[in-house]
C-alpha cells in the first residue's frame, strides 16, 4: 500500500530533550516536507526536500533541523524542544518534478505526530 | 494580510443540503488550486483540484475559481454524514518548489 508512516503517532517530553520524529515513503517520491498544524493558523511547513541531500527551510523552520540520506527517509529533530512546539506534525511527500503539475505537486500526508512539549 | 484565508467555521448543515466553502488569496502568481479534506486524527488528503477559473465537477463536488477577483469555493451537493471534516483550500505556485499555501480550513458538520 503507497502511504506515508510517522512515527511515533504521540508524543509527551520534556523542554530540551532531544526527539526525532521519523517520517518514511514508499512511492519513490523525490518531494518530502513537514508542517505543523495549530488551531487557527493551518498548516505551516517547517522544512521541505527536493530530493536527497537536498533541503530548504520553510515558514517557520526555527527549532527544527531535518535531513535526507535517503528518498524514502526524512526526520525531523528538536534538538532542544520548547513548549511552543506543542503541536500536530504531519510528514508529507509528493512526485516532484517527476509529475506533472499540479498533480506532481499532490501532496500525501502522513497520519499525524501529535507532540506536547511540558 | 494572510496569502489565502478561509472561515473556520464550523459550519454545521442537515443531511442533503448544499454545502458551499469558500477562500480568498491574494496572490495572482498561483497557477492552480487544490481542495483537501481532513477528517479528524487524520491527515489531510486531496479532494480534486482545478487549473483555472471556471468550474470542475466530480460527482458530488464542484470547485469553482475566479481569478478575477481571487475566490475559491467548493461545493458539496447532497451532503452526507461522511462529509463531515475540515476541508482546507490550496492554492500552488507550481513550478521547482512544488509548494502548496493552505488556507487555515473550515470544519463542516453535517447532520443526519
Known amino acids: 500500500e503507497a502511504q506515508v508512516t510517522q512515527n511515533p503517532r504521540y508524543l509527551i517530553t520534556v523542554t530540551g530533550k532531544k526527539l526525532t520524529v521519523t517520517c518514511s515513503q514508499n512511492?519513490?517520491?523525490?518531494?518530502m516536507s513537514w508542517y505543523r498544524q495549530d488551531p487557527g493558523l493551518g498548516l505551516r511547513q517547517i522544512y521541505y526536500s527536493m530530493n536527497v541531500e537536498v533541503t530548504d527551510k520553510g515558514d517557520v523552520p526555527e527549532g527544527y533541523k531535518v535531513s535526507r540520506k535517503e528518498k524514502r527517509n526524512f526526520p525531523l529533530i528538536l534538538e532542544s524542544p520548547s513548549p511552543n512546539q506543542t503541536s500536530l506534525y504531519f510528514c508529507?511527500?509528493?512526485?516532484?518534478?517527476?509529475?506533472?503539475?499540479?498533480?506532481?505537486?499532490?501532496?500525501?500526508f502522513g497520519p499525524g505526530t501529535r507532540l506536547t512539549v511540558l | 494580510q494572510k496569502e489565502v484565508e478561509q472561515d473556520p467555521g464550523p459550519l454545521s448543515v442537515p443531511e442533503g443540503a448544499i454545502v458551499s466553502l469558500n477562500c480568498t488569496y491574494s496572490?495572482?502568481?498561483?497557477?492552480?488550486f487544490m481542495w483537501y479534506r481532513q477528517y479528524s486524527r487524520k491527515g489531510p488528503e486531496l479532494l480534486m483540484y482545478?487549473?483555472?477559473?471556471g468550474n470542475k465537477e466530480d460527482g458530488r463536488f464542484t470547485a469553482q475559481v475566479d481569478k478575477s477577483s481571487k475566490y475559491i469555493s467548493l461545493f458539496i451537493r447532497d451532503s452526507q454524514p461522511s462529509d463531515s471534516a475540515t476541508y482546507l483550500c490550496a492554492p500552488g505556485y507550481g513550478g521547482a518548489t512544488n509548494k502548496l499555501i493552505f488556507g487555515t480550513g473550515t470544519l463542516l458538520a453535517v447532520q443526519p
Open positions: 482545478t487549473y483555472s477559473s
Open positions: 508529507a511527500s509528493s512526485p516532484g518534478t517527476s509529475g506533472n503539475p499540479p498533480l506532481g505537486d499532490t501532496q500525501y
Open positions: 496572490n495572482s502568481a498561483f497557477q492552480y
Open positions: 512511492m519513490n517520491h523525490e518531494y
